[in-house]
């Protein structure tokens, strides 16, 4: 489809990509709003800052100081990463935001590489808080190979790093 074709070029061309959805939006049907959330859902994976106000999303996002708690710091291979997020919006006006999260796992190397996962869209009025709760496997599988060790959680708001997290992870 022209979304994925729209996508594996913004993988080496994303100003290319950006700069056509963006002449395309103004006066796009709900068809073609779609092909381009599509087209660049890499792009708000990777957190290009560009790609967030072109999809309606706010900018300069407002919140208070975030809340994070694992329910359990210590998992073992099978197990599920469970979390519970807290965002307070502190804007004196609507914020809408893509809440992803990012498990930088650890390499065979030590090093850790992170894979980003889709959270939520929310929109938050002035004030208003919003709790997300999520329990993600950490299970076999056969595109990942995981490895003992300490990995990071991070929560990432319109792209932007906003808290993180340690856990351990014991694969034997």
């Given at each position: 489809s022209v979304a994925n074709h729209l996508n594996d070029i913004a993988k080496d061309h994303p100003a290319l990509v950006i700069e056509l959805c963006s002449r395309w939006y103004?006066?796009?049907s709900p068809d073609l709003h779609?092909?381009?959330?599509?087209a660049t859902r890499s792009l708000v994976k990777a957190g290009y800052p560009e790609v967030f106000p072109l999809?309606?999303?706010?900018?300069?996002?407002?919140?208070?100081?975030?809340?994070?708690?694992?329910?359990?710091?210590?998992?073992?291979?099978?197990?599920?990463?469970?979390?519970?997020?807290e965002l307070e919006s502190t804007a004196n006006s609507q914020?809408?935001?893509?809440?992803?999260?990012?498990?930088?796992?650890?390499?065979?190397?030590?090093?850790?590489?992170?894979k980003v996962f889709k959270l939520k869209s929310i929109?938050?009025?002035?004030?208003?808080?919003?709790?997300?709760?999520?329990?993600h496997p950490?299970?076999?599988?056969?595109?990942?190979?995981?490895y003992t060790g300490t990995q990071l959680l991070e929560i990432l708001?319109?792209?932007?790093?906003?808290i993180t997290r340690e856990f351990s992870l014991a694969t034997e």
């Open positions: 103004p006066d796009a779609w092909v381009i959330k599509h999809l309606g999303y706010s900018d300069n996002i407002q919140l208070a100081a975030p809340s994070l708690e694992l329910t359990n710091e210590s998992l073992k291979l099978g197990e599920s990463l469970e979390f519970k997020l914020q809408k935001m893509v809440v992803d999260f990012a498990l930088h796992f650890v390499k065979a190397n030590g090093e850790r590489k992170p929109s938050l009025e002035s004030g208003e808080s919003c709790r997300l709760l999520k329990s950490i299970k076999p599988i056969t595109t990942r190979r995981y708001v319109n792209g932007k790093s906003l």
